[in-house]
C-alpha cells in the first residue's frame, strides 16, 4: 500500500470534523467544507552502508480549509493531534508500517480568490517503502 492511501484512510477515520473530504493536492471546484489537502514537498530514501533500507522520509504538508477562522483552527489542532507523534500500521489490513510522525511547524494562510481561510502543516513521515 501507498503512505498516501494509507494516510486518506487514516485521517477519513481520525478527522470526523471533515470526513472523507481529505484531497491530494487541491480541492475540488466548490467543495464542501471544511476540507483537507495534501501534497508531498519532498520524498527522500533512507540508505546505509548496506544500500537501500527500505525506509522513506518523506516530507507531507497539509492544509486544513474553511470559511470560519475559528474552525480552520479546530481542524488544523484535530490534524495535529491525529498524526503528530502517530506510529504503528497505518491504512488497516495490510497498511504501511509507520516508524514515526514528526511535525515540522504549521502557519496560517487566506486565500483572497476563494476567501477561505487555511493552516498548513508541515509532517515529517517515517514510514516502511512499498515492496512491490
Known amino acids: 500500500m501507498l503512505i498516501e492511501t494509507a494516510l486518506f484512510a ?32 519532498s520524498g527522500p530514501h533512507v540508505h546505509s552502508h548496506n544500500g537501500i533500507s527500505g525506509l522513506a522520509r518523506p516530507r507531507y504538508q497539509f492544509t486544513c480549509w474553511a470559511e470560519k477562522y475559528a474552525d480552520t483552527k479546530a481542524i488544523a489542532e484535530t490534524l495535529r493531534i491525529a498524526l503528530d507523534g502517530y506510529s504503528g500500521t497505518m491504512g488497516g489490513v495490510g497498511g504501511v508500517n509507520v ?9 496560517d494562510i487566506y486565500d483572497p480568490a476563494t476567501e477561505l481561510n487555511g493552516v498548513w502543516h508541515d509532517f515529517f513521515i517515517w514510514h516502511e517503502e512499498a515492496k512491490e
Open 99 to 107: 516508524s514515526g510522525i514528526l511535525s515540522e511547524g504549521d502557519g
Open 10 to 41: 487514516y485521517l477519513s477515520e481520525y478527522t470526523g470534523l471533515v470526513g472523507k473530504r481529505v484531497y491530494p493536492l487541491k480541492l475540488p471546484q466548490k467543495p464542501t467544507l471544511p476540507a483537507i489537502t495534501y501534497q508531498r514537498i
